[in-house]
């Protein structure tokens, strides 16, 4: 039997800064406070200034993994590809994630844009099935729109409106 070869469509490459910006936001929270109650403990003199400066790098250095190398570890591993009779998704840089959807089990398509996916012009296209649901992140505007209504197409999915 023949190995599958991967799927060869690419999110857009706009994704990167909005998983940057997306980490950046979730990342300033938590540095404020780390770095706050870190010069509290360090001003009432609880610990070690070394140890707090320790920990406050350590935070600082995790954050900004989140913020620049990952995204792009992230974006450079996921594929996709939408076939006659099954979607095939590829993601993941630690863990590679294989998953193959048959247009029969998909019940239902949705594109979704949060804000930040508004700002910069993309969309993600949401499959579901009995199971639960798969996503497909960061796709042009345009390119999600025509991907839900081709997968809705192949997997019979009808329009109730």
Same mark, same amino acid.
């Given at each position: 039997?023949?190995?599958?070869?991967?799927?060869?469509? #690419? /999110?857009?490459? #706009?994704? %990167?800064?909005?998983?940057? *910006?997306?980490? =950046?936001?979730?990342?300033?929270?938590?540095?404020?406070?780390? /770095?706050?109650?870190?010069?509290?403990?360090?001003?009432?003199? /609880? %610990?070690?200034?070394? *140890?707090?400066? $320790?920990?406050?790098?350590?935070?600082?250095? /995790?954050?900004?993994?989140?913020?620049?190398?990952?995204?792009? =570890?992230?974006?450079?591993?996921?594929?996709?590809?939408?076939?006659?009779?099954?979607?095939?998704?590829?993601?993941?840089?630690?863990?590679? $994630?294989?998953?193959?959807?048959?247009?029969?089990?998909?019940?239902?398509?949705?594109?979704?844009?949060?804000? %930040?996916?508004?700002?910069?012009?993309? !969309? +993600?296209?949401? *499959?579901?099935?009995?199971?639960? +649901?798969?996503?497909?992140?960061?796709?042009?505007?345009?390119? !999600?729109? +025509? $991907? #839900?209504?081709?997968?809705? !197409?192949? !997997?019979?999915?009808?329009?109730?409106?």
């Amino acid at each position: 039997m023949a190995t599958r070869p991967p799927p060869s469509e #690419r /999110l857009d490459p #706009r994704a %990167l800064t909005v998983w940057r *910006l997306g980490g =950046l936001l979730t990342a300033m929270p938590i540095v404020f406070v780390v /770095l706050t109650v870190g010069y509290g403990i360090y001003r009432l003199d /609880l %610990l070690p200034g070394w *140890l707090v400066l $320790t920990a406050a790098i350590v935070v600082v250095l /995790l954050a900004g993994l989140g913020i620049w190398p990952i995204p792009d =570890l992230v974006w450079r591993q996921w594929r996709y590809e939408i076939g006659d009779a099954d979607v095939d998704l590829q993601h993941g840089w630690w863990t590679v $994630t294989r998953t193959l959807i048959p247009m029969s089990r998909i019940q239902h398509v949705d594109t979704r844009r949060g804000p %930040l996916q508004r700002r910069f012009g993309l !969309a +993600s296209v949401i *499959l579901f099935t009995a199971a639960g +649901s798969s996503e497909i992140p960061a796709l042009a505007d345009e390119v !999600a729109a +025509s $991907t #839900r209504d081709r997968i809705a !197409a192949l !997997a019979n999915v009808v329009d109730e409106l």
